[in-house]
């Protein structure tokens, strides 16, 4: 029987550090485990590529739209949905030798991103035994929740800043997953940019109050912020400031139970 992949997200308010941490999680993986692993960039502004150093591929948006284009023009028995799986795999997974990765992006116009959705859904429930682990770096806030009824994750990790919006995002997340009843089998709460006793403290408070595990508390590091400022690829560099080695603890916590 395939075994499924661990499917983990990383949520959060806009702005606290979620695709930093994904990217460095994805430098910590592939630099210390031996895993299979899947990144999905599910935010719609897409800047998860830059920061692992690879060239965006065409998005699921972009072929979502190229597809229904091309599908128009055809007789009402063409079979639009396998040439949209077909070029799922063929034009959408870029194959890094260290890792795949998937860019969700959006579809042309305004309205929802029901689509993105499905074929999102489509793919987790596909992929069965391939991967060892799949990253999905989210949107931000709550709004890719509420259209998250169907795909089970295994972990949702997420990520606050030191501020009180941060901590009402935290606490909006679980309580909208529960009142939607998504499937997520566990919630972790990781605090990133903190730099001073009284927000750590005040961090401890809200995973007591909540009654979910703080897995670490990321501290606030210039050095990164200089990093991201210039562009460059987060896998292509030394890293061995304090962010990174907290991140490399919360990496191992979470390998360790699966």
């Known amino acids: 029987m395939a075994i499924a992949p661990y499917i983990i997200a990383i949520s959060g308010k806009g702005g606290v550090g979620k695709t930093t941490f994904t990217a460095l999680m994805v430098k910590s993986i592939i630099a210390d485990y031996h895993k299979k692993v899947l990144v999905i960039d599910a935010d719609p ?17 972009q072929i979502i739209d190229q597809t229904k284009k091309e599908v128009e023009k055809k007789s009402d028995f063409y079979d639009g949905s396998a040439l949209l799986e077909y070029r799922l795999w ?11 990765f998937l860019m969700m992006g959006h579809t042309a116009g305004r309205g929802c991103y029901c689509q993105i959705n499905e074929v999102l859904t489509y793919i987790l429930e596909n992929i069965k035994s391939y991967y060892d682990l799949i990253l999905l770096d989210m949107d931000a806030g709550l709004e890719h929740l509420s259209r998250n009824t169907k795909r089970i994750l295994d972990l949702m990790l997420i990520l606050t800043d030191p501020s009180f919006m941060g901590f009402q995002t935290v606490q909006r997340i679980i309580e909208l997953s529960q009142e939607l009843q998504i499937p997520i089998r566990k919630f972790q709460l990781i605090g990133n940019m903190f730099s001073d006793f009284k927000s750590k403290d005040a961090l401890k408070s809200l995973s007591e109050q909540l009654d979910i595990e703080l897995l670490g508390i990321i501290p606030l590091d210039t050095i990164l912020a200089q990093i991201n400022l210039q562009g460059t690829s987060l896998l292509d560099i030394e890293l061995n400031f304090p962010a990174y080695q907290e991140i490399k603890q919360i990496i191992w916590k979470i390998l360790r139970e699966i």
């Open 45 to 61: 502004a897409a800047n998860l590529a830059l920061l692992l150093g690879i060239q965006a591929p065409i998005s699921i948006g």
């Open 90 to 100: 063929e034009d959408a997974l870029l194959e890094d030798p260290r890792f795949h």
